[in-house]
């Protein structure tokens, strides 16, 4: 089978296709046909290999050269263990080297796709909806009629961030660039800021939920748009944008959630966990037609490099999906217009 590899640290161009070993499945296991995966903020991250992180991957090159954790497929085959799920099965979930033909995990890393989503947009889903989800709802504890903004509306996990906010009852205000502001509406944004002509955190208006993608504003210009009550929320850390300028501003709330118990209750900081019984949420919510995953461009799994490249310029609206379907041009161009 094919499948993406990382075989070294660096950037977008040490990946590489390659022809590997088709896995099988465990007695607890799935084997999923890959039709689609996504890329997140985190696989560029792990590409990289911060010194700290390479504690854990690998000193000098990754002990785990799989790549990709978000997919989406048709399971071909599962253990004996196995009972939720049987061959044919069409499911999204995580799985290490998502990007490939196939993949094997647990039954419990992965839950049924809703009939009305694709499996483009399925593979949208895991990281940046269970981030969006775990943000608004355990750590900013979101409720119905409250002001919630989302700083950062226009990219993966905003796009969930905001449609989520919505299915929660929320009021929500989406921050973006110019170019963006029809798309917030369109997924149900009650007001649009447009972030090149105004700051939010200059108004006068007072949120109880700040869901923050981008931590380019301090401490104290955050806290001052909250209501006494309020929570914001730094979605992975705040750190979702790839320029060396904000992790000053990153390391400044790390440092304030250390020296300060009030700031500690008013900024939530947190990576999300994945868990079948948040996908399942995500899942009834994509049934229900209240959340609708966005995907700005596919690529082809032999433009993986490619499609991570575009992903950390830091422009994408909505998701950035590779599809696993080389072998039929026509097949993936008429995709791609869609």
């Not at 700290?52 to 085959?77: H, N, S, Y």
């Amino acid at each position: 089978m094919k499948a993406i590899r990382k075989c070294d640290y660096g950037s977008a161009e040490v990946l590489a296709l390659q022809e590997v070993e088709k896995p099988t499945p465990t007695d607890n296991q799935i084997l999923v046909q890959v039709r689609a995966a996504s890329l997140n903020a985190a696989d560029g991250h792990l590409l990289r290999g911060a010194p700290p992180m390479r504690l854990l991957t690998g000193l000098r090159k990754p002990k785990d050269t799989r790549f990709g954790i978000d997919c989406a497929g048709t399971v071909e085959a599962v253990g004996k263990n196995v009972t939720q799920f049987k061959p044919g099965d069409e499911v999204f979930g995580v799985a290490k080297g998502a990007i490939g033909e196939y993949v094997t995990a647990p039954e419990r890393a992965f839950v049924a796709k809703p009939d009305n989503i694709t499996f483009e947009q399925a593979a949208a889903v895991p990281v940046a909806g269970l981030t969006a989800l775990q943000g608004l709802r355990d750590q900013g504890k979101i409720q119905p009629a409250q002001k919630v903004v989302v700083n950062g509306a226009s990219g993966g996990v905003g796009t969930f961030a905001v449609q989520i906010s919505k299915a929660f009852g929320a009021e929500v205000t989406a921050v973006c660039s110019p170019r963006n502001l029809d798309q917030a509406r369109s997924m149900g944004a009650d007001h649009v800021i447009d972030y090149t002509k105004e700051d939010f955190t200059q108004g006068e208006e007072r949120y109880d939920v700040i869901f923050d993608n981008v931590a380019n504003h301090s401490i104290a210009e955050r806290r001052r748009v909250l209501t006494p009550n309020g929570i914001c929320v730094l979605a992975g850390m705040g750190s979702a944008g790839k320029h060396e300028g904000q992790w000053p501003r990153i390391m400044g709330s790390l440092k304030a959630f250390v020296v300060s118990p009030f700031i500690a209750n008013k900024f939530k900081g947190f990576i999300a966990k994945l868990n079948k019984p948040d996908l399942t949420v995500l899942r009834d919510l994509m049934q229900e037609g209240k959340v609708t995953p966005v995907i700005d461009r596919r690529y082809p799994m032999a433009e993986t490099a490619e499609a991570l490249r575009y992903l950390e310029e830091g422009h994408a609206r909505g998701k950035v999906v590779v599809t696993m379907i080389e072998s039929n041009p026509a097949e993936f161009a008429q995709r791609a217009q869609r």
